[in-house]
């Protein structure tokens, strides 16, 4: 079972099992022609190959992101995309259909392909041909784009470094114009806006003027005004009520005045002591006194009915006594009366009236004051509103002034180019040596791939031979001792032709091996 | 008995072989032997150029003789799995290199009746041979030819026909040639067909011998025709011959170091 799993084994592996590194040697040493002739052969064809294919020149621009000539610390720029966003955009706006076409149709790019591709499939081939490689450099932490690379690829060197300097010569241009176009469309947005808030706060100014101009009396600042014109009218009302009490005391003492004074016959009537003159008297007092409480304390008060009472009886006791004197005896008026005390009181009673009028005035007035402080706290309400309006109204404007006043100085750094801008640091020149196909490389490839091959060859032929190749695998099969191991024999005649075949075969290597290099040294001069 | 023990052995145990002597049967009938000269197509060990293969037919020499002395080997056949693979050439280098030494009374048998290597590489097809002798057309004496060397005499094929070949080596005549051979000379070595070749000449003419040698050529023997050679020549086998091995390779150095066959091998089996 063993043995026969082992044949199997053999089999596929043609004996390579028992090979050891000698016997690899030795097998490299027995085919070193073939693998010479092969590898060269396999490299010469390669060479052949690539010297065919055309060459292909890269031309390169290196642009320089200048990062502005004003740091931004002092004018902060409104032109606000990354160098990478900026570059990102111009890419887009470069390789589009239109602008390559536009390029190809000036320089007269493609001419071949235009026969037989359409215009699309010649943009895309164009932005295929067109590397763009920005090269930036990490200042702590943060990758800074400090500059990038257009480079072009075409048959022809002195177009490769046109195209390139064209491209680059349209990034710059495109920059500019995009940078500008941002800077002013800032400015112009904020103008508008300006002019926007300028007139809403104007509105609100006016609306605010005319609510003012409404309620004004009540406008919170009135309010102490009015408080001190009730507390000067309140002051002015106390003084004149005092002063009516004080005409009223005046009044009654003048009053009392007259009653205590002696009654005097009042000669111009005529008719004086002609009636009892004692219940005359009497009657007087009376009338004095009652006229005295009425006037304090008006006329229902009880004591000046119980007077009027009095008055009454001593009235209906002088008409009878009258009567019983005879009408000779005409009754004399037998009031109290002065005329100086009458004077005064008419005075006093005047006085009175024109207090109690002045009083009514002041009543009306502090009525008035009163009623505008209580209406104080509605107007103050509105105008608080619109006032708080007013104020963000106000602030917005003063921002928008702000911004205004940057984006004019970006502008204004913008048109003099001080801004972040792209520099050429190095225009295309048309390059000495193609870029590709890089020979020197695809040759070394080539040869690499030649020995491969021949070694693969060389081991290609051993798994097909079905003979046995080493000592080993005899020894490994057959118990019996090896007795002898007889070299190769070969007698002189045959030894000169096997040299013979020797020179030849190193020969032919020798000869490959010169076309080899010869066709390195041509394909590399290309 | 172990084929590996017998190998290194010395000479001194075995019996005594006269040294130079020639057979005398063969001395006397034929006065004109057989000169070895440098082959232009076939590289003999006489060959100056090839002095330094000399050395490797010594040490076959050597084994085979310590072979010869410790087992009594007397008929040894030379096959290998393939056709040219070089036995005839390694027989008749062989038996030079013996005939060199002189001591052994060699006889050498072309029995590849239909290739004939040997005889057409020592240009004796007229001489009558081994053939005659099976055909019973000449007696023991006239099928041998003397060489040079006084101890080394050689059977060429002889007259054979065609087609008499299949039937010449079956029965008694092929044995009585060898037991009379025996007789005369002390060793003889048998130049056969491959073991492969789809005849039964090789068992016919293996039968009688004593053992056989198994000559390989690398590069020209394939894994398919040396298992079936293994496979049939299991018991009779003392040793391989490796022909166009790599000169120089040390590979006795290379083989003692790693694998020492001699004493794994029989240990294990004195063991068992």
């Not at chain 1, 500019?176 to 808030?197: H, M, N, P, S």
């Not at chain 2, 019996?15 to 076939?42: K, T």
């Not at chain 2, 037991?179 to 000379?185: C, G, I, L, N, V």
């Amino acid at each position: 079972m063993a043995t026969k799993q082992k044949q199997d084994l053999d089999l596929s592996l043609a004996g390579l099992q028992y090979f050891r590194f000698k016997d690899y040697k030795r097998l490299v040493a027995r085919r070193k022609w073939l693998i010479i002739a092969t590898a060269t052969l396999v490299g010469l064809l390669t060479s052949v190959v690539v010297y065919f294919v055309p060459n292909s020149y890269r031309a390169t621009t290196s642009i320089l992101i200048d990062p502005g000539k004003v740091p931004e610390s002092y004018v902060k720029s409104t032109a606000t995309l990354t160098a990478n966003e900026r570059l990102a955009l111009l890419r887009q706006q470069i390789l589009s259909d239109t602008k390559l076409s536009q390029i190809i149709d000036d320089m007269g790019l493609y001419q071949e392909l235009k026969k037989k591709e359409p215009p699309l499939e010649i943009t895309r081939k164009m932005r295929d041909d067109i590397d763009l490689e920005p090269i930036s450099y990490s200042t702590g932490g943060r990758a800074d784009l400090t500059a990038f690379n257009i480079s072009y690829h075409s048959r022809n060197a002195g177009t490769a470094a046109a195209v390139a300097n064209r491209l680059a010569s349209l990034f710059i241009e495109e920059n500019l114009r995009a940078r500008e176009e941002q800077v002013l469309g800032t400015a112009e947005f904020i103008d508008r806006e300006l002019a926007k808030a300028r007139q809403d706060l104007e509105d609100k100014e006016t609306k605010l003027g005319a609510l003012r101009a409404r309620y004004a009396s009540e406008l919170p600042e009135a309010q102490n005004a009015h408080l001190q014109a009730l507390a000067t009218l309140q002051l002015e009302m106390r003084s004149e009520m005092d002063a009516v009490s004080r005409d009223q005391q005046q009044k009654v003492y003048l009053q009392s005045l007259m009653a205590d004074s002696p009654q005097v016959v009042d000669l111009d009537s005529g008719n004086a002591g002609s009636a009892p003159t004692g219940l005359q008297d009497q009657l007087s007092r009376l009338e004095a006194q009652q006229e005295q409480l009425r006037t304090r304390y008006g006329p229902q008060f009880p004591d000046v009915l119980k007077i009027q009472q009095d008055i009454d009886r001593l009235q209906e006791k002088i008409k009878s006594a009258k009567k019983t004197e005879g009408p000779a005896a005409a009754p004399a008026v037998l009031r109290p009366h002065n005329p100086v005390i009458d004077s005064q009181i008419a005075g006093i009673d005047k006085d009175i009236q024109a207090h109690a009028k002045r009083e009514q005035d002041l009543k009306s007035q502090i009525d008035y004051h009163q009623s505008m402080l209580d209406a104080a706290p509605a107007a103050s309400q509105q105008i608080a509103i619109l006032s708080r309006d007013y104020e963000q109204a106000e602030e917005n404007y003063k921002r928008l002034q702000d911004h205004k006043f940057s984006a004019d100085i970006s502008t204004d750094m913008e048109s003099r180019q001080k801004g972040e801008r792209f520099l050429i640091l190095e225009p295309a020149q048309p390059p000495s040596l193609p870029y590709e196909p890089k020979r020197a490389l695809i040759d070394g490839l080539g040869l690499l791939a030649g020995i491969v091959f021949a070694f693969g060859l060389v081991l290609a032929l051993e798994l097909f031979d079905r003979t046995i190749k080493t000592e080993h695998e005899i020894t490994d099969q057959i118990e019996a001792p090896v007795l002898a191991e007889i070299p190769w024999l070969v007698t002189a005649a045959k030894k000169r032709q096997e040299q013979w075949h020797n020179v030849l075969a190193a020969g032919a290597s020798t000869f490959l091996l010169l076309m080899y290099v010869g066709a390195i040294a041509v394909s590399l001069r290309k | 008995m172990s084929f590996a023990t017998w190998f290194n052995g010395t000479a001194e145990k075995a019996e005594d072989v006269e040294a130079g002597q020639a057979p005398q049967l063969v001395a006397e009938r034929d006065g004109n032997p057989l000169a070895f000269h440098v082959n232009p197509v076939y590289p003999l060990v006489i060959d100056p150029v090839l002095v330094g293969a000399t050395e490797h037919f010594s040490v076959l020499r050597t084994r085979l003789l310590n072979a010869h002395h410790k087992t009594g080997l007397r008929s040894l056949i030379i096959t290998s799995p393939e056709k040219e693979e070089g036995k005839s050439l390694i027989c008749t280098n062989l038996g030079i290199t013996l005939g060199q030494l002189g001591k052994p009374r060699v006889l050498l048998v072309d029995g590849d009746l239909r290739v004939r290597g040997m005889t057409e590489l020592l240009g004796l097809q007229n001489d009558r041979g081994v053939g005659d002798y099976l055909q019973d057309k000449a007696e023991f004496q006239d099928c041998i030819r003397t060489t040079e060397y006084p101890s080394l005499c050689i059977a060429p094929v002889g007259d054979v026909q065609e087609d008499s070949m299949p039937t010449l080596l079956e029965g008694p005549r092929w044995p009585a040639f060898l037991q009379r051979a025996k007789e005369e000379f002390d060793l003889i070595i048998v130049d056969s067909v491959p073991i492969t070749a789809p005849i039964a000449d090789f068992e016919l003419l293996s039968g009688p011998c004593d053992a056989a040698l198994l000559t390989v050529q690398l590069r020209k023997t394939t894994r398919e025709a040396l298992d079936v050679t293994v496979n049939r020549l299991e018991k009779k086998l003392i040793g391989v011959i490796i022909n166009n091995a790599q000169a120089g390779s040390g590979y006795y150095a290379d083989y003692y170091g790693k694998k020492n066959p001699y004493y794994g091998k029989s240990k294990r089996k004195n063991g068992a």
